[in-house]
């Protein structure tokens, strides 16, 4: 059995969005055995409106 799912991230309140980086497509399997609330992947953004220098 297969699923795929599209996730598409859009900010509407910035000048200039978020940069993912990599600046890439993310692309991952996830095991249908994996626990319900596990993390399935984590990206790195970085906001060039933030002043504050966090990172999301």
């Known amino acids: 059995m297969r699923d795929v ?3 598409i991230i859009t900010v509407l309140r910035d000048e200039s969005g978020p940069i993912f980086q ?3 497509t993310y692309q991952v ?3 249908e055995t994996t ?3 596990n ?3 984590v990206v790195t953004a970085v906001d060039p ?3 504050s ?3 999301f």
């Open 5 to 7: 799912s599209q996730v």
């Open 22 to 24: 990599p600046s890439a």
């Open 29 to 31: 399997t996830i095991p």
């Open 35 to 37: 626990p319900i609330g």
């Open 39 to 41: 993390n399935v992947i």
């Open 49 to 51: 409106d933030n002043v």
């Open 53 to 55: 220098g966090k990172c």
